[in-house]
């Protein structure tokens, strides 16, 4: 599977993670100018009250212009509820956020609220960089309440609120609908690696394309693989599974690769940025459900959601993910920042502005007031809703201080591997080094 579809959020994601890819491919060229934003968009500020009461705050997230243009509407709705709150807003593509977060946090002024994903949150916790929100939600300036599947608790570090969600999102099998069709394979929810390997040889054999895009890199999928056998990819302090446990997963990998039941990385980096399902060399790949809009965009088939394979027919692994509002420990206006927020994860007119741009919607009220009708983003929901009734879904765990590196790490090093650069044997030892470095800083 190209790397960049296994990042979060963030989309995403899919360096994600939490990433969007869809994000990254439109977010080339991005700025402030192009929306006609100059007035409301920046940086600056002294952060301080004006003479009649009315406060700024800085809000930045990352993103293209779509999304932009999105969350400026519902700034506007904002701006009507609290016209003495005025929000600066800033936007760029996934990495240059993040650079330009670093270089803002090391001196001391990070915007006062911003988009963030669970790989960033103790890392910066341990920057003291994050405000913990549980005051403002014991002052009632924040609700924790009425969200999804549990979702309030996603950005719980060690008893500390760090980031509250904006939308969720879970692993998928994405699917062309006529290859699985033609190959008679039919994908249920329970079904087993084994049933998984049966039916990429089938769609390889019926319908003369690789099963799956390849696994090398996706970080997120090999998680919910450990999960369900007892492990995880992450613990609270560090890695969550051996050299042996991805010399086995890498190997596999490879293997497929060599039998055609995987796409050839090199052809699939030939293609990019279109992903192998659309570009029809793969009749189906991982990635986050939200990601999904994508290839209806790109091919010319039909695509679904399909469930995750299971290592003892019940188990996925699987939890819902998101994107999340993180405040910073330096704002001069933590009430304001806290009702910022609350604004957005809970208004119903917000998320009949966003959709699913930055996954499902977090709250049930949300949920509710947005009511996607194509069929697309009425899969993405259908989805959702069947990992909550067939009770699947488990708590995240804990991303140690550095995880956003040993993922960037994973997914470079996966693809080298791909494209021949590495052995397996070589590409494990370079993860696994990369990874005790950043994990000890």
Request: glycine share 10%.
């Amino acid at each position: 599977m190209q790397a960049a579809a296994t990042l979060r959020g963030g989309s995403t994601v899919r360096t994600s993670r939490n990433v969007e890819r869809r994000t990254i491919l439109k977010a080339a060229g991005a700025t402030a100018a192009t929306l006609g934003l100059a007035a409301t968009t920046g940086c600056g500020g002294d952060g301080g009250a004006s003479a009649d009461g009315t406060v700024t705050i800085r809000y930045a997230w990352w993103g293209a212009e779509d999304r932009a243009e999105r969350i400026n509407k519902t700034i506007e709705l904002f701006h009507k509820k609290y016209p003495k709150i005025k929000v600066k807003t800033d936007f760029q593509p996934y990495t240059d956020f993040w650079k330009k977060f670093n270089t803002q946090a090391s001196g001391g002024n990070p915007p006062d609220v911003f988009q963030n994903a669970i790989g960033f949150l103790r890392k910066y916790d341990a920057k003291n960089v994050l405000l913990d929100l549980n005051e403002q939600v014991e002052a009632g300036n924040l609700s924790m309440a009425g969200f999804r599947a549990g979702l309030e608790k996603f950005g719980e570090i060690d008893g500390k609120l760090l980031g509250v969600p904006v939308g969720s999102n879970s692993m998928a099998l994405v699917i062309d609908k006529p290859v699985y069709t033609k190959a008679g394979v039919k994908p249920e929810q329970g079904w087993t690696w084994d049933d998984f390997d049966a039916a990429m040889k089938k769609i390889r054999d019926r319908a003369g394309r690789a099963g799956d895009s390849g696994m090398y890199g996706v970080m997120y999928l090999y998680d919910l693989y450990l999960r369900q056998n007892g492990k995880a990819f992450f613990t609270e302090d560090g890695l969550g599974f051996t050299e042996a446990d991805l010399t086995d997963w890498w190997t596999k990998a490879e293997k497929g690769v060599q039998e055609g039941v995987y796409a050839d990385a090199k052809k699939v980096a030939q293609i990019k940025p279109k992903s192998a399902v659309s570009a029809e060399l793969a009749g189906g790949e991982f990635t986050w459900d939200n990601f999904t809009v994508r290839y209806t965009s790109e091919g010319k088939s039909e695509y679904g959601l399909a469930p995750i394979p299971t290592t003892d027919g019940k188990k996925t692994g699987q939890y819902l993910g998101s994107l999340m509002l993180s405040a910073s420990r330096r704002t001069e206006h933590p009430k304001e920042v806290a009702q910022f927020i609350d604004f957005m994860v809970h208004d119903p007119e917000v998320a009949k502005i966003m959709g699913y741009d930055r996954g499902v919607p977090a709250t049930q009220a949300q949920f509710d007031a947005f009511q996607p009708t194509d069929e697309v983003n009425k899969g993405i929901a259908a989805y959702e809703t069947s990992l909550v009734e067939a009770g699947v879904l488990e708590p995240i765990t804990p991303h140690p201080n550095g995880a956003d590196i040993c993922e960037a790490a994973f997914l470079r090093i996966a693809e080298e591997l791909a494209l021949g650069k590495r052995s397996v044997g070589e590409a494990v030892k370079q993860f696994f080094t990369e990874s005790k470095t950043a994990l000890a800083g």
